[in-house]
């Protein structure tokens, strides 16, 4: 396994007036819009070819937002402190509030059919998108602990989820969100986690420095990349391609790794 550091630190910026505080979480839609929520109580539509943030791609939450992710169709879902919006086309077009647990994370299926939610009591509950609606009917599923990330595949088959009780689960979608495999390994809360292209893969992170590269259909086989940050926790991951993954830590680091299976 080699990692590659860009020792010059180049990069390019994005222009304008961007958040004003800590951003949370942060996604790439179809229409290659770079989609952020942060602290300041917004969630963001920025074009990644004009690299320019802009005033009129900005949607004001009423509450803060903590997690974001997006599907076909232009629908994008924000979870925020005790509620869960459903966006599409950058309007706000659905709320669920009044809530009876805390929502920390949320997963809207590829084909836009079905959003997962996964609360603090470690609860995925899972609502149909019916036209610019979430329906609840009841469905649940149990990760080990209090949630802390999730993502569907991206063909859509498994939903994999983080929890801190140092556990990833990955159901499987079309045996009714039955139990594919439990993965073990991280000494510590598992913080974030990224699906390969390859759909065979997913990366997780966790306040222990480390990450771990799965299999899902073999829980034993697995890469582990110990101290991938030696001074702060892993804070994001990103694929590239099948073999190329890159990292993220509050230690303002960006590292690169090629994977070898």
């Not at 969630?43 to 009423?62: C, G, P, Q």
């Not at 005790?82 to 709320?95: P, R, S, W």
Request: proline fraction near 2%.
């Amino acid at each position: 396994m080699k990692t590659h550091i860009k020792q010059t630190g180049e990069n390019d910026c994005f222009s304008g007036k961007g958040h004003i505080n800590l951003v949370t979480k942060m996604v790439v839609d179809e229409a290659d819009q770079l989609v952020t929520c942060s602290m300041d109580d917004t969630v963001r539509f920025t074009s990644m070819t004009k690299k320019e943030y802009s005033a009129s791609n900005l949607v004001k939450m009423d509450i803060q937002p903590k997690h974001v992710s997006v599907a076909t169709g232009g629908l994008a879902l924000a979870v925020c402190i005790g509620q869960v919006v459903l966006l599409k086309d950058q309007k706000k077009v659905f709320t669920l509030d009044s809530l009876d647990y805390e929502p920390e994370a949320g997963a809207i299926h590829p084909g836009g059919s079905t959003v997962a939610v996964g609360g603090a009591d470690g609860k995925v509950r899972l609502y149909s998108v019916q036209g610019n609606t979430l329906k609840d009917e009841g469905k649940s599923v149990e990760a080990k602990g209090p949630v802390t990330d999730m993502a569907y595949s991206k063909d859509g088959a498994y939903l994999a989820v983080t929890d801190e009780k140092k556990v990833v689960t990955v159901f499987t979608v079309a045996d009714d969100y039955s139990v594919k495999n439990d993965f073990y390994g991280h000494h510590a809360k598992v913080v974030t986690l990224a699906w390969s292209p390859d759909n065979e893969h997913f990366a997780s992170g966790g306040m222990d420095m480390m990450v771990y590269v799965w299999t899902v259909n073999d829980a034993d086989k697995r890469l582990k990349i110990p101290d991938a940050h030696r001074l702060h926790h892993v804070s994001g991951l990103a694929w590239l391609d099948a073999h190329t993954l890159v990292t993220t830590s509050h230690d303002a680091s960006i590292k690169q790794w090629t994977l070898k299976f």
